[in-house]
């Protein structure tokens, strides 16, 4: 399968099955370099169990699937070295500190120790952590440690950051904060994949794609479904597809 050049991934019939049980029934769609793309869908819907795949975390069942150029069947490493992940679960270490975390990401994402303690005091300032940096991850509130999460998955400046319910648990102001967070790293060129069970977050994607049951159900602009399915924002039209 040939990949454009502006689509950093590629997706062609993937399936994934647990036995008799089909959790991605044949999942078609790309993603540009450079844009937010939106995976959503209720709890169970095969988000995650994707979302592994395009990871080079899972294999497949079958399908064509390219991620930063590479095939997920036999690039799997390649694809690892391009990619950032924060998982839905937190993803930093409790009893290390924040720099320490930091540290320990870096390492293995095999930057040099000049480069890792530049940039972890750009981080820190950008944060406004500087002052807490030897405070254990345990101690800090839950906003802080996502946005450093966050932070710490995209300090390798990765190709793509995957995104797996990131503001699960957190204020409304601080998840405002995150995707302004993720709106200023795709500026800088890394390309956003995000899955969510919040329907307004899509408002902050360029694309979304909902799935229901295992299948992409719809997948356009925020504004493009709501015009196509006559709703006011976008659980209206979740609601829509999830009832259909």
Known sequence: MTTAPEHIIEVKEMVKKFGSFVANDRLT???????????????GAGKTTAIRILCGL??????????????????????????????????????????????????????????????????????DLSHIRNKLIRDI???????????????????????????????????????EMIHDATLEGITAFVTTHYMDEAEYCDRVSIMVDGRIEALDTPASLKQQYESKNMKEVFLKLARS
């Open 29 to 43: 769609f790309h993603v540009e370099r450079g844009e937010i793309f939106g995976f959503l869908g209720a709890n």
């Open 58 to 127: 899972s294999y497949p069942t079958s399908g064509e699937i390219m991620v930063a150029g590479h095939n997920v069947y036999n690039e799997r490493e390649k694809i690892k070295r391009k990619i950032g992940y924060m998982s839905q679960k937190f993803s930093l270490y409790e009893d290390l500190t924040l720099s320490e975390n930091i540290r320990l990401y870096a390492g293995i994402y095999r930057l040099g120790r000049r480069e890792i303690s530049s940039r972890e005091q750009q981080l820190l300032k950008r944060l």
């Open 141 to 179: 509130p839950l906003g802080w440690k996502q946005k450093l999460a966050f932070s710490v998955a995209i300090f390798h400046k990765p190709a793509i950051v995957f995104l797996d319910e990131p503001t699960g648990g957190v204020d409304p102001i601080t998840r405002r904060q995150f995707w």
